[in-house]
């Protein structure tokens, strides 16, 4: 069984994992019951196709001079980054302005989006074996809506 429906870093490491490996033909289920039930919201998100393949380490070091282990892939209208190490945190410098998809989730429930802006040239930090999911521009200087989710699986 996985994460409860309140533990938000889970849930977003579980999209972000998703996200970096999305594909026709990928089914992806993290929690037994979320498999059966309607998606969670973040799963509405957005981002368009993936502008490349597959996921790619980001090559080179992090700012702090340690090898670099967060992934990423690119889509049309964001891009997502997954840290999966169990205590490094990864820093990254936002290219284009946009919002960073967040969840507030009261203990015990599902909880609503958050959407963080971000400017370029912000820095961003991705916790240990966490996400980041990043919304370029936004609709009239908003936060991005959902689209109804363009993934093969909702869950």
């Known amino acids: 069984r ?37 998606p969670l919201p973040e799963w509405g998100v957005d981002l368009g196709e993936a502008t490349e393949p597959v996921a790619q380490a980001e090559p080179g070091v992090a700012p702090s001079g340690a090898e670099r282990h967060a992934y990423r892939r690119f889509f049309d209208r964001g891009e997502v980054w997954v840290n999966p190490e169990p205590l490094a945190r990864e820093r990254l410098e936002v290219g284009e302005a946009g919002f960073v998809l967040g969840l507030e989730a009261p203990s015990g429930q599902v ?45």
């Open 2 to 38: 996985g994460a409860s429906l309140s533990d938000t870093r889970a849930r977003l490491f579980a999209l972000g994992s998703y996200l970096l490996v999305r594909a026709p033909g990928v089914r992806f289920c993290y929690m037994a019951d979320r498999c059966l039930e309607p």
């Open 111 to 155: 909880g609503e989006l958050a959407w963080k802006p971000v400017a370029r040239g912000d820095w961003l930090v991705i916790e240990p074996q966490s996400a980041v999911i990043l919304v370029r521009g936004a609709a009239a200087g908003g936060a991005p809506t959902l689209g109804g989710s363009s993934h093969e699986s909702g869950r």
